[in-house]
């Protein structure tokens, strides 16, 4: 049996701890399975007896002072709800590899009788484990970290009423630490911890303050490795803000730790976290080096979970880019792998982003399909927030398809659970999505309601790229109803955020809508300026469907120019564009303003020939 706990042993941190693992264990508890818990680090040995006395209902508890406990653990089945812990002291580097051979070994053992191994590894301990446990380590089916960047653990969102109050019991023991003269040691995990709950709920700047605090503190204490967790976090944080640079000079600076201690794992995911803001930015060549760079360290250290990721993200790039063929590869490549290790929650992820890519290409059936396998999927693994996501996909798409009613139920249950699980980021967007379908509707006031609703969610969480989609969106609902000037206000305003945060698919899509409204006011060249100074961006970023829109809009202006031959040429380069892509709905549209083009110049024959192949296109 466990040890008695004397409460006075734990620090206010490690308190916190022996919660985090505690919920951890019940999390991941099935019937019948069975834990192998390792502590590797001398501090948590008090915490693994807490997380004993924590888990009531379990039956019989042993702690086995061997290195090599997984045979006798076997022989004593059947299997109940039993926790085994080992060992209770510090392990060294000798014990520790013992450990992980005998794990690797013994691994198909492991998944034959069901065994649910939860390894609680201090940074040192997590890093050997790919390389003594390679094919162990492919098992996995997550990784669960105490003190890492946001993006290791996406599990279900607790109730905003739980999370506050989970808040509020952190405060609470922060100020008991601070009372207590702890010093930075103690009280950087404190600060970490509220920096996550705050993120959780959508709080970006709470978060980022504590964050910041937890920083500070970890760097007084001279903790490297976790002050470049929370500097990964900072970074994170602003890139959700849409502060790119600071996002990335965050990142940076975690880069920089992790190469001077050696953590190749983490430099691969740095890397990949850079990526991501470089795409952002529209620079797509360092975006996909920076990718392409993390999967070859992931596929050098055996971390297929990591590769699988890396080419996710790179397919992600090329679906900016416009490389819809490539972009599934990535995807399709990435989806072999996920169902190899058995992950479901990428699994549903690499479907989802395929689904994505079927809508670019106009293939709405096949995107309506793959949309709900992975839907389904998170339905099953009971990640909410996966399945809202996934509704808000199948709502887009059955507005693609005509059906406003089935886009409306599937959009209001995002919104729901969104509401429930209190991620405020994701109820903007459903809201935004909604007022979509309003306006298609012709509810141009629930549209902008909605709109409205969604900007001040951004606005209150700091989300600024949100705020510069939803004034856009307010912009194009005000253009609807003939407000002109207010329409024109409103996407300037979000052009000016996405100029400030250096968000430059933003800025050519703002940018393109002032050059529409220009149009409508008649000012033709402030609106061929603005076209051609967007197409100059999307050239830039590599963005080929942008390309191509922005010729037609070209085209468009010329044409009212009286410049039939100047239009003419701008329509058959967004045709060339748009058949290479693969976009249908831009390859129609092209031809019919070809066909006017030759209607105008009163070549009759010549525009049929041009609008016929959109039968076959």
């Known amino acids: 049996m466990a040890a008695t706990l004397d409460p006075n042993r734990l620090t206010p941190s490690d308190r916190l701890l022996v919660r985090d693992l505690a919920q951890a264990i019940e999390v991941n508890a099935g019937r019948g399975a069975i834990f192998v818990l390792v502590a590797a680090a001398g501090k948590r040995n008090n915490c ?137 040691a103690e009280l950087a995990p404190i600060y970490f911890r509220l920096g996550r709950l705050h993120y959780d709920i959508g709080e970006l700047d709470s978060a980022l303050g504590a964050f910041k605090r937890s920083e500070s503190a970890y760097e007084g204490a001279s903790d490297r490795r976790n002050r470049g967790a929370a500097l990964g976090n900072i970074g994170l944080i602003a890139r959700y803000k849409g502060d790119l640079e600071a996002g990335i000079q965050a990142l940076e600076q975690v880069l920089s730790i992790h190469l001077a201690v050696g953590d190749r794992q983490a430099v691969a995911s740095d890397l990949g ?34 590769v699988a990721n890396q080419l996710g993200s790179i397919g992600i790039v090329h679906q900016v880019t416009g490389d819809v063929e490539r972009a599934l590869k990535a995807h399709e490549e990435a989806l072999a792998i996920y169902r190899e290790i058995g992950y479901p929650q990428g699994v549903a992820n690499a479907l989802g982003n395929m689904g994505l890519i079927y809508r670019d290409k106009g293939d709405l059936d096949a995107a309506l399909r793959t949309h709900k396998v992975p839907l389904a999927d ?20 059955y507005r693609d398809k005509g059906d406003s009613d089935a886009a409306l139920k599937a959009l209001e249950e995002a919104l729901a659970i969104d509401r429930e699980i209190g991620y405020r980021q994701g109820l903007a967007g459903d ?26 969610i951004s606005g209150a969480i700091g989300y600024r790229q949100g705020v510069a989609s939803h004034l856009g969106n307010i912009g194009l609902i005000y253009r609807d109803l003939g ?96 058949r290479a892509i693969g976009h249908p709905q831009g390859i129609a549209n092209a031809l019919a303003n070809i066909d006017l083009i030759y209607r105008a110049l009163g070549d009759h024959e010549e525009g049929a020939g041009a609008i016929h192949p959109t039968s076959t296109a």
Request: net charge negative.
């Open 378 to 397: 998170f339905r099953a693994i009971g990640d909410r927030q996966g399945v809202a996501n996934q509704l808000g996909n199948v709502g887009l798409i």
């Open 273 to 306: 976290n850079l990526g991501n803001i470089y795409r952002e930015k529209g620079d797509i060549k360092a975006a996909l080096n920076a990718h392409e760079e993390a999967g070859e360290i992931f596929r050098a250290l055996g971390d297929r979970l990591g």
């Open 483 to 578: 407000d002109l000037e207010a329409a024109l206000k409103a996407h300037e305003e979000a052009l000016e955020i996405s100029r400030a945060i250096g968000y430059r698919q933003g800025v050519a899509s703002h940018l393109g809508n002032t050059g529409l409204i220009y149009r409508d006011l008649g000012d033709l060249e402030a609106s061929l300026k603005a076209h051609k100074a967007t197409l100059e961006i999307e050239r830039a970023i590599g963005h080929s469907n942008g390309v191509a829109n922005q010729l037609g809009n070209i085209g468009l202006v010329y044409r009212d120019k009286g410049d039939l031959g100047a239009a003419l040429k701008a329509f058959e380069q967004a045709l060339a564009i748009h």
């Open 48 to 184: 693994a007896h807490g997380v004993l006395e924590a888990l009531p209902g379990y039956g019989e508890r042993l702690i086995a002072p061997g290195v090599d406990v997984l045979p006798a653990v076997i022989q004593r089945g059947p299997f109940e709800r039993t926790l085994y812990s080992l060992p209770t002291y510090t392990l060294d580097a000798n014990a520790l590899t013992s450990l992980l051979w005998g794990l690797n070994y013994r691994r198909e053992l492991v998944a034959e009788h069901g065994i649910t191994v939860l390894l609680w590894l201090d940074e040192a301990g997590l890093s050997a484990v790919p390389r003594h446990a390679k094919d162990f380590w492919s098992f996995r089916t997550g990784t669960y970290r105490f003190d890492a960047p946001l993006t290791v653990s996406k599990g279900e969102m607790p109730a905003l009423e739980a999370k506050r109050a989970e808040i509020a019991d952190t405060e609470r023991l922060l100020r008991e630490a601070e009372r207590s003269g702890a010093g930075n």
């Open 431 to 456: 809201l935004d999505s909604l007022g979509l379908i309003y306006k298609d509707k012709g509810d141009l006031g629930a549209a902008l309601k909605a709109h409205e609703e969604a900007l001040e």
